[in-house]
Nanobody, 123 residues
Framework: QVRLVESGGGLVQVGGSLRLSCAAS????????MAWYRQAPGRQRELVAY???????NYADSVKGRFTISRDNAKNTVYLQMNSLKPEDTAVYYC?????????????????WGQGTQVTVSS
């Protein structure tokens, strides 16, 4: 079982920045990727970015050039640096641990979610 604890959310103005953190613990030795999802009110949860153990990252088109995912393997921690924030980035952000297949697709390791962290971008 993997435990994920997100932090770093908050209220920020349009154009501002936030850095999210996620600490992973538990049975993560077999997983090779970590990811960030988000869910806005009334919308489906969407994959924002993921990063494989070797550092290869992939981003949703809506955040490319503004968000950067990174990881510290020694600390089992993943980060999401969010710059040039827009009102449409407002959502609860969740981190996840999983696998990246040979096709580059990200697969979740479980069906459970952490508590998430709220990001609100005000205009």
């Amino acid at each position: 079982q993997v435990r994920l604890v997100e932090s770093g959310g908050g209220l920020v103005q349009v154009g501002g920045s936030l850095r999210l953190s996620c600490a992973a613990s538990g049975r993560i030795f077999s997983l090779n990727a970590m990811a960030w999802y988000r869910q806005a009110p009334g919308r489906q949860r969407e994959l924002v970015a993921y990063i494989a153990s070797g550092g290869r990252a992939n981003y949703a088109d809506s955040v490319k050039g503004r968000f950067t995912i990174s990881r510290d393997n020694a600390k089992n921690t993943v980060y999401l640096q969010m710059n040039s924030l827009k009102p449409e980035d407002t959502a609860v952000y969740y981190c996840d641990a999983g696998m990246v297949g040979s096709s580059g697709h990200y697969y979740r390791a479980s069906d459970t979610w952490g508590q998430g962290t709220q990001v609100t971008v005000s205009s």
